[in-house]
T-cell receptor, first 113, second 112 residues
Framework: KQEVTQIPAALSVPEGENLVLNCSFT??????LQWFRQDPGKGLTSLLL?????REQTSGRLNASLDKSSGRSTLYIAASQPGDSATYLC????????????FGTGTRLKVLA | NAGVTQTPKFQVLKTGQSMTLQCAQD?????MYWYRQDPGMGLRLIYY???????DKGEVPNGYNVSRLNKREFSLRLESAAPSQTSVYFC???????????FGQGTRLTVV
């Protein structure tokens, strides 16, 4: 059974710091992995989608990598800002049950001004 | 673009009452999903619909029913609400192939 883990559960950093959020999954048989941002009381906003054949995706200050063989993805945020404070979720879409997404429980990020 | 729209945004129910959560997407996506989000448990799949006319159970389907009314709309019904169904409910949609998922803003449901 596919399981997705995000460590740490919470993180506080000073403004301007570069940081890495981690996502690990137990079964490498996935179609893709998606990173989301969730602000308090809000829905999920898609940040980056990495297909199984890709190694990384970039959008602005965000860079996501995928290593299927080790079951890991990282979300790199450069020059963090207070506006980056949110919960970051990763989700994998496994080969089995191809229409489903399996979510991690998220990393709650706080960037201090 | 509206994307995925959920109604209502907030709802308080008494135990035993019924209600339907509505979801509509305007992206012509084939697949639609209902998730619930609870503290410490992440998002769990309730039901999904791979295409118009089909629905399947997810991880936590008990106490819920769904209807894929047409390609745009996917509703979630609570027949007899229980306090354990207090949660935030999210609807999502995805195109076929390798596309990613898009989520609505959520419905915050409290059952007292």
């Amino acid at each position: 059974k596919q399981e997705v883990t995000q460590i740490p559960a919470a993180l506080s950093v000073p403004e301007g710091e570069n940081l890495v959020l981690n996502c690990s999954f137990t079964d490498s048989a996935i179609y893709n992995l998606q990173w989301f941002r969730q602000d308090p009381g809000k829905g999920l906003t898609s940040l980056l989608l990495i297909q199984s054949s890709q190694r990384e995706q970039t959008s602005g200050r965000l860079n996501a990598s995928l290593d299927k063989s080790s079951g890991r993805s990282t979300l790199y945020i450069a020059a963090s800002q207070p506006g980056d404070s949110a919960t970051y979720l990763c989700a994998v879409r496994p080969y089995s049950g191809t229409y489903k997404y399996i979510f991690g429980t998220g990393t709650r990020l706080k960037v201090l001004a | 673009n509206a994307g995925v729209t959920q109604t209502p945004k907030f709802q308080v129910l008494k135990t035993g009452q019924s209600m339907t959560l509505q979801c509509a997407q305007d992206m012509n996506h084939n697949s639609m999903y209902w998730y619930r989000q609870d503290p410490g448990m992440g998002l769990r799949l309730i039901y999904y619909s791979a295409s118009e006319g089909t629905t399947d159970k997810g991880e936590v389907p008990n106490g819920y029913n769904v209807s894929r009314l047409n390609k745009r709309e996917f509703s979630l019904r609570l027949e007899s609400a229980a306090p354990s169904q207090t949660s935030v409910y999210f609807c999502a949609s995805r195109d076929q192939g390798e596309g990613g998922a898009f989520f609505g803003q959520g419905t915050r449901l409290t059952v007292v």
